[in-house]
């Protein structure tokens, strides 16, 4: 089993930039494709981009692409997420996630994740 624990977020005026790492503890994150979700209030959790186990093959949900970029440095088990140009339309609970699936590019259905963090809260303001 693996845990995963985000941080980095917080309040960012519009056109600012933030890093979200994801650190994950128990197993070797390199076993895992890796998702970055996201949830806005009201809304449901959607798909923002992944990675496979290796670092490469980047997928990003079409409005995004450009502005995230993932990342992720197994020696550290840590992915990331580097959010630029950031909107406030882009105000939301950012999950990272671990799935042991490894077709590529890495699935963007949530469903098929087995580990979740906590959460981080993104906040951009106008």
């Known amino acids: 089993q693996v845990q995963l624990v985000e941080s980095g977020g917080g309040l960012v005026q519009a056109g600012g930039s933030l890093r979200l790492s994801c650190a994950a503890s128990?197993?070797?994150?390199?076993?895992?494709?890796m998702g970055w979700f996201r949830q806005a209030p009201g809304k449901e959790r959607e798909f923002v981009a992944t990675?496979?186990?290796?670092?490469?093959?980047?997928y990003y949900a079409d409005s995004l692409k450009g502005r995230f970029t993932i990342s992720r440095d197994n020696a550290k088990n840590t992915v990331y997420l580097q959010m630029n140009s950031l909107k406030p339309e882009d105000t939301a609970v950012y999950y990272c996630?671990?799935?042991?699936?490894?077709?590529?590019?890495?699935?963007?259905?949530?469903?098929?994740?087995?580990?979740w963090g906590q959460g981080t809260q993104v906040t951009v303001s106008p």
């Open positions: 990675i496979s186990r290796s670092g490469g093959s980047p």
């Open positions: 996630a671990a799935t042991t699936l490894t077709t590529l590019p890495i699935t963007t259905n949530s469903r098929q994740y087995e580990y």
């Open positions: 128990g197993r070797t994150l390199s076993n895992y494709g």
